[in-house]
């Protein structure tokens, strides 16, 4: 594994927010909501875009749990 970066990145949804991920595998968690996520470079948009399928459901605390898809 290699060190942890600071990135910004487009969410599945088009929105921009910030991540902390492995700078070899792109797999960490976004700084605010620190769900589980995994991004990409897209030179075509010039940023990190998110590419996991995960689906996510939050509990009455905001803790995220991973959805039974």
Same mark, same amino acid.
């Given at each position: 594994?290699?060190?942890?970066?600071?990135?910004?990145?487009?969410?599945?949804?088009?929105?921009?927010?910030?991540?902390?991920?492995? #700078?070899?595998? /792109?797999?960490?968690?976004?700084?605010?909501?620190?769900?589980?996520?995994?991004? =990409?470079?897209?030179? =075509?948009?010039?940023?990190?875009?998110?590419?996991? #399928?995960?689906?996510?459901? /939050?509990?009455? /605390?905001? =803790?995220?749990?991973?959805?039974?898809?």
């Amino acid at each position: 594994m290699g060190d942890q970066i600071k990135v910004s990145y487009l969410t599945r949804t088009g929105y921009q927010s910030t991540a902390y991920v492995d #700078e070899k595998t /792109f797999e960490g968690g976004d700084k605010h909501s620190d769900v589980p996520l995994q991004l =990409e470079w897209s030179d =075509e948009q010039d940023t990190y875009v998110q590419i996991d #399928e995960w689906k996510w459901e /939050f509990d009455y /605390f905001g =803790e995220p749990h991973r959805k039974l898809v």
